[in-house]
């Protein structure tokens, strides 16, 4: 037996026309003045006209409304809540006086007192309390155990936040799922682009927008939008790349100043070193804690050959004879590090691989003259590198596409998206094919493996080699963006992404031996530091509480594959089993599994 009661004792009528009510009643509050003056960040004071963290209450206000009325069957929206229904409002009434709350302390605290609060921020501020006052009232979409003990508050709210899982999608035609797709990636984009352009002194609109993006994400998670949007990318792989590739080269023509555009580069290079790294961890399961030096061996072999004025070589190759080069020399290393040492495993392996990280940094710290060959200039590095000039455009300078403009960083960006391309593609094809299986042999149990008859230290080494190729393709275009390389950007761990911590961080977050994950891990890693600046002296403590809570509460990852999700939640209930069915040929029924 199962019961579904609400935390607060309300009828389900009565609480959900509440709970629109709230939402409406914080909504209205946005177009009112929150501070009468225009010092706090986001110029709270205009009638009429939202700005700053006023747009995130609106959102949140607009989507708890909108969730509240799919309680109601209206036609056209019951597609919004495949899954849950009135766990996504309890999920979004919470970000909504989140959001408004934060806001409203902000406020309190950089003024001086709640006296600086204008009528705008109390009514949004009484409304969204309302809306979670009444979202409380709502029965829970998944029922508690009448046969277990008897729940405590907390298992109650837990319980009530939870939702079942979205049954079987109606078949749609090819163009509407594609449509979709697009739609979504689209969708994407904008938050992207909305994220990147908070201003990097506006820290509290920033935390305000991750309190709104992560209970968003969450509320449709539960809503089972999440789940049925998976399904499409997977079920149309080579759309989903199309549209991703096609997203990320639209963002630099939606900047209009260039230190936007140098984040969204940095984050492709930081992306793409980890989806690099994917291959070695994610895959073949090699923990590798000094990865971050096979970018520095791609970066530093590009600004020797690239004809910097302080290169020791003396040479200038042109941009894809460099770029070879990068990559070639960052294979040698690969193997050479690799062929003596992948023979042990675990811990050795990853104090193994954090040593050579460490010697590749003090390696070119002395290559100055005095300590060593006078190769790599030192702890001052080999600065000046010039900007590349491919196809008769040259990187450094601006460019006009009609009505846009192009900045340099821009310019970089669209070739490391390139680059990017490269890289996805040859993850993708490996991870599929049948040296992709046994990395994923080795990694899940190696003598297994070894016992099937394969050769896991060739494949092992083979996967080290090409992490360190991938990460060595990235390093050259990365010398150029920065200009210089210097011993102090390839670190195990510092205040500045991308190191080897923040490499690895960034797979465990975004999921492991997934093709999207590295990407969704390396851009919260960089925004996030690069936001908020204040936050950087405590950057390692709060990512490592972070890993603690991820690895309690979705050991996966944000992006998890399938093998994953069964192999953390496999007392869970079943993963997209379809309900049992009865037999068509026997009144009786016996039930399938159809799994």
């Known amino acids: 037996m199962t019961t579904q009661k609400a935390l607060i004792p309300l009828p389900a009528p009565a609480a959900r026309i509440t709970t629109a009510a709230g939402a409406a009643i914080a909504l209205v509050g946005t177009f009112l003045p929150w501070t009468w003056t225009s010092e706090f960040p986001g110029d709270l004071t205009v009638t009429g006209y939202p700005g700053g963290l006023q747009i995130l209450t609106l959102t949140s206000a607009v989507l708890t409304l909108l969730f509240t009325l799919c309680g109601y069957g209206i036609p056209g929206l019951r597609w919004l809540t495949p899954g849950g229904t009135n766990s996504p409002v309890r999920l979004l009434a919470l970000g909504t006086l989140g959001v408004t709350g934060y806001t409203i302390g902000a406020i309190t ?41 008897r729940p405590n508050t907390w298992q109650r709210f837990r319980n009530s936040l939870a939702a079942p899982t979205p049954g079987r999608a109606k078949t749609l035609p090819a163009w509407a799922e594609i449509l979709i797709i697009t739609a979504a990636f689209g969708a994407a984009l904008y938050i992207f682009t909305f994220c990147v352009d908070i201003p990097t002194e506006d820290s509290e609109q920033f935390i305000g927008f991750l309190i709104t993006a992560a209970f968003a994400f969450t509320a449709l998670t539960r809503a089972g939008l999440i789940a049925r949007i998976t399904a499409l990318t997977t079920k149309h792989r080579n759309v989903t790349l199309t549209a ?220 080290f080699a090409l992490g360190a190729t991938l990460a060595g393709l990235a390093g050259t275009v990365q010398s150029h963006v920065n200009y210089t390389v210097t011993p102090e950007q390839y670190q195990f761990a510092g205040s500045v992404p991308p190191n080897s911590a923040f490499l690895l961080a960034a797979v465990i977050l975004g999921g492991m031996g997934t093709l999207s994950g590295p990407f969704v891990g390396a851009a919260l890693l960089y925004l996030i530091p690069a936001k908020l600046q204040f936050m950087q002296d405590y950057q390692l403590f709060l990512f490592g509480i972070a890993l603690i809570l991820l690895m309690r509460f979705r050991p996966e990852g944000l992006v998890a594959d399938r093998r994953k999700q069964l192999e953390f939640h496999e007392n869970d209930e079943p993963i997209g089993v379809p309900e049992p069915r009865q037999s068509e040929d026997n009144d009786a029924g016996i039930a399938k599994a159809g799994a």
């Open 109 to 149: 605290y950089e003024l001086g007192g709640v006296v600086n609060l204008e009528p705008g921020a109390w009514v949004s501020g009484i409304g969204a309390l309302i809306a979670l006052l009444a979202a409380l009232g709502l029965p829970s979409d998944e029922p508690l155990p009448t046969d277990a003990p």
């Open 244 to 463: 991703a590739l096609a997203a990320a080269f639209c963002f630099p023509f939606t900047q209009d100043t260039a230190e936007y555009a140098l984040i969204g580069a940095n984050i492709l290079i930081f992306a793409t070193v980890a989806l690099g790294l994917n291959v070695v961890v994610g895959l073949a399961g090699l923990l590798d804690l000094g990865y971050v030096a096979f970018l520095g061996v791609g970066a530093y072999t590009a600004a020797l050959v690239s004809g910097a004025p302080l290169s020791a070589i003396g040479v200038q190759f042109p941009f894809w004879a460099a770029v070879l080069t990068g990559a070639a020399v960052s294979l040698i290393f690969g193997v050479l590090i690799g062929a003596p040492t992948l023979r042990l495993r675990g811990d050795y392996l990853a104090i193994v691989t954090l040593g050579f990280g460490e010697i590749f940094r003090v390696t070119v710290n002395n290559l100055n003259g005095n300590s060593g060959p006078d190769l790599t200039n030192g702890s001052q590095g080999i600065p000046s590198i010039p900007d590349l000039n491919l196809f008769g455009i040259d990187f450094g300078l601006s460019h006009d596409i009609g009505p846009f403009t192009l900045s340099r960083p821009a310019n970089y960006y669209l070739l490391m998206l390139v680059v990017t391309a490269v890289v996805v593609l040859v993850f993708r094809r490996s991870g599929d094919s049948r040296i992709g299986r046994a990395w994923v042999a080795i990694r899940e149990d190696e003598t297994a493996a070894t016992a099937m008859g394969i050769n896991a230290f060739r494949l092992k080494l083979l996967a």
